[in-house]
């Protein structure tokens, strides 16, 4: 086995319990997605120097995410504390979304709940946490649609703005959240929001043909061809293909990033992710367009390495984020 | 567990270690990591519920039609409890699959020891269906302290109000009690275990102590109380009915609040008057309310608000707002209602 006991049981049997909500006719279990789905309140109490709390970015649409900051004090902030402006020169926000390959997951999953508190802790930074809407039953563009929202209501709190009176947003996502960072990113260019960097991790991109890495990983470490398919047939509109820009942003409908100040970008691909052809591709099309790009390629890794903090992946990618924003 | 948890093990690319959970712990812990993640497996326990999600997996490459089975036939128990889900799906499978457990060699990972303590712990399909399993069903004790529950809370909750507080404090005693034979996670112990909460500190705060933090917090949680809980929200909805129903056919309206607060419940009206068929009356709104504790003008800025909203909405609008420490201290000639409009 390449990865940990313990990483295999957990990243097993969340394949496990997926495959069960999938039904061939493209319709989603819900109901039992949220029953089997492992979720945590907000925490006003700090653990480990971390609180948070949940607020609504924009009732139309029931936009929730929960945000994350440093504890200044030991005791709990109180209800008006909550939204304290930020004690420090600079403090970068970001702004997360979780992975699920756009079906699964929320903002309180208790493993996204986790790995927020840690880039906390790791960036010394604010960490927003989208709970963006879901596959099947919100295609494309509802998913970029509450990235851009929630990229707009970061951007306007008066209490997440550094010092020089701007706030200092990275955008970072996994999987499709990694895709969405993409996206939103693209959609704050024609916009005045400066968004300060990209960190992808795993990003979800695809395309019609069938790729080596496709080809050669299928069913081996977690994922297969055909579970990517059910997934980008849930999210993309209907009748389109996987050569869709959302799906495929430098392939045959790709936009040109030609004259775009787009931010400097961090894509992590592991390299037992049967996508990292396409990972690797969105990588060579930042390039072609001269945009700031730098690449972490893990050979060994797996999807989902950066879960558990018991592989040395999880660690030199840890660096590289902070690294990344703090320079 | 900080981020950079200095306990755990480093390097993860041989399995043959059992402890990549956090080191030193005892084999019986749950393993740290995975709690993380929401989920209690015992490290003792996780070779063997891998074996078995690996089991559950074959299946499901070899006989995808049971997968939908699983999705929608099968009761699902605890699911933090990934050991006993993973066996209750593979018992829900059909039996040659599950037979075949006990005779499959477990692959060359598995030393002898550990097969003989998943065979002794595996129960068959016929023992797992009469032993009533760890579910969320409430037993009937459950049942009947939860019905208690809810009766007494109603009772102390009027002790409170009417002032037995010597009574109230033994119901809160009793309750107590109760609490510890309901499932305070959910249901209703949780929403009990909240209530007797308030309602202790209620009782037990000492005089003159301030129960409350400061205006702006409290405006906060009101808000966030409005926000969350439909009671508020539905009362005015109601209420604003009637009005709409009242002023049907008047151009010319007035309302008068006897307890503004933060004027809630009048952004709904003003937004249904603006849609009204004919277009919106001339509303006039005055507000009565006690003075400020912290020198602001919480009346006049809560009417500023209401004239901005009313604004952008084009209804006419017009706000008094009346400061008086008591209802009686109102007179009728304050309220200058006119002749010629209506008001409520």
Redesign the interface.
Known sequence: ??????????I??L???Y???R??DGTF?RH?AE??E???PPNANPV?GVFSFDV?MDRETNLLSRVYRMADTEGRP???ELQKPLSSDIVPVIIFFHGGSFAHSSSN???YD?LC??LV??CKAVVVSVNYRRAPENHYPCAYDDGWAALKWVNSRPWLKSQDSKAHIYLVGDSSGGNIVHNVALRAVESDIEVLGNILLNPMFGGQKRTESEKRLD?KYFVTIQDRDWYWRAFLPEGEDRDHPACNPFGPNGISLEGIKFPKSLVVVAGLDLAQDWQLAYFEGLKKYGKEVNLLYLE?ATIGFY???????F?TV?DEISNFINS | MGPYDSSTSGSGISSSSSSSSCAGKSPDQMDCLLAGGGYRVRSSELRRVGQHLERLEKVMVNAPSQISHLGNDVVHHNPSDLGTWVDSLLSDLNPPEYSDLRYNDFGPILDPSAVTSAWTEYLTPEQQRIIPQHLTVMTAMEEDSSIRLVHVLMTCAECVQGGEFSLACSLIDEMQDLLTRVNVGCGIGKVACYFIDALSRRLFTPQGVALVGSTNENEILYHHFYEASPYLKFAHFTANQAILEAFDGHDCVHVIDFNLMHGLQWPALIQALALRPGGPPVLRLTGIGPPSLDGRDSLRETGVRLAELARSVNVQFAFRGIVASRLEDVKPLMLQVARKKLWL
């Open positions: 086995m390449v990865v940990p006991l313990n990483t295999w049981v957990l097993s049997n394949k496990l319990a495959t069960l909500l039904r061939p279990n039992l029953f089997l492992r979720k945590v480990d609504i109180s209800v008006d999953s208790a493993i986790t508190r840690r802790g790791i069913g060994r879960l558990l903090p018991n592989n040395d992946h660690y840890m």
